[in-house]
């Protein structure tokens, strides 16, 4: 779970976190128990449980949005689009050529 909001442009992509917020704070307990083997044993079955407090505090790193997908798309886009252009140029040219024997 998101502790600090973040603004995205789109779901999870181009999102940026300011740290308006102060810093936060979670207490509570951390029980900490035996894993039963599932093994059978002999003679009375006994577990032993601890109870430990705990207390995290979650700081707010701030970043700005990352524009690299967005030029990597558009690099991409751009260099399909080069590429069917020269293409489209090439297969005419062989067509004029063959046209003229």
């Known amino acids: 779970a998101n502790v600090y909001s973040n603004d995205c442009m789109i779901d999870g992509i181009l999102c940026e976190q300011k740290c308006e917020d102060p810093e ?28 430990v407090p705990l207390k995290i ?19 991409v886009v751009a260099l ?9 140029k090439v297969h005419k040219k062989q067509k004029t050529r063959k046209r003229r024997r």
């Open 57 to 75: 505090r979650v700081q707010c790193n701030e970043y700005a949005k990352d524009w690299t997908v967005v030029y990597i798309t558009v690099a």
């Open 24 to 51: 936060v704070s979670y207490e509570g307990h951390v029980i900490a128990s035996e894993k039963p083997s599932g093994k059978a044993r002999s003679g009375s079955a006994t577990s032993l449980g601890i109870s």
């Open 80 to 88: 399909a689009l080069i590429s069917l252009i020269l293409s489209k």
